[in-house]
Antibody
Framework: QVQLVQSGAEVKKPGSSVKVSCKASGGTFSNYDISWVRQAPGQGLECMGGIMPVFGTANYAQKFQGRVIISADESTSTAYMELSSLRSEDTALYYC??????????????WGQGTMVTVSS | AIQMTQSPSPLSASVGDRVNITCRAS??????LGWYQQKPGKAPKLLIY???SLQSGVPSRFSGSGSGTDFTLTISSLEPEDSATYYC?????????FGQGTKLEIK
């Protein structure tokens, strides 16, 4: 079963950028559809976008278009989410997750442990 | 992007009650709908996939129904441990989108 391990917590200044990593093990990384989900304190789940490494093309929620870059390095089985122009409202717990198997037909309920990003001056 | 609208929120019910949580998609998503349960400090947990299939290990009191734009999560007989926030997720098309969540309180 694939597992996801994320990078550690970050504290950033407003206007800066953050890059969170998500390393996969135990599965064929390239064929999975890896999503990024964030959750602000006390708020709901918000899907930011995702990537299927074998295709290399990311998709993004309109809210984050132009501010987020999702990428993947097949050689290290690692996905990345970079968010720029950070503001206080970006303070949140950021998860990487896999929802489906490579066929898209069967569920895969795998989540990273979450990376807390705090934006504060 | 497809918008997912959940109701009710919040929801308060008693142990043994039958509860329904609904999710409406802004356009048809066939049966590409999952239901997740999240407890404080934990990652979400999949309960139902493809609208009506029970994820392995999930108690049978949870069930899902619907297709197209309207979906329902049913808990047939509430247990104290069902206190949580519930989310629907459409994975029919990118970007995937969650409903806003339904916080379920056990009276």
């Amino acid at each position: 079963q694939v597992q996801l391990v994320q990078s550690g917590a970050e504290v950033k200044k407003p206007g800066s950028s953050v890059k969170v990593s998500c390393k996969a093990s135990g599965g064929t990384f390239s064929n999975y559809d890896i999503s990024w989900v964030r959750q602000a304190p006390g708020q709901g789940l918000e899907c930011m976008g995702g990537i299927m490494p074998v295709f290399g093309t990311a998709n993004y929620a309109q809210k984050f278009q132009g501010r987020v870059i999702i990428s993947a390095d097949e050689s290290t089985s690692t996905a990345y989410m970079e968010l720029s122009s950070l503001r206080s409202e970006d303070t949140a717990l950021y998860y990487c997750a896999i929802f489906k198997d490579p066929t898209g037909l069967h569920p895969v309920d795998v989540w990273g442990q979450g990376t807390m990003v705090t934006v504060s001056s | 992007a497809i918008q997912m609208t959940q109701s009710p929120s919040p929801l308060s019910a008693s142990v043994g009650d039958r509860v329904n949580i609904t999710c409406r998609a802004s356009q048809a998503i066939r049966n590409f709908l999952g239901w997740y349960q999240q407890k404080p400090g934990k990652a979400p947990k999949l309960l139902i996939y493809t609208a009506s299939s029970l994820q392995s290990g999930v108690p049978s009191r949870f069930s899902g129904s619907g297709s197209g734009t309207d979906f329902t999560l049913t808990i047939s007989s509430l247990e104290p441990e069902d206190s949580a926030t519930y989310y629907c997720l459409q994975d029919y098309t990118y970007p995937y989108t969650f409903g806003q969540g339904t916080k379920l309180e056990i009276k």
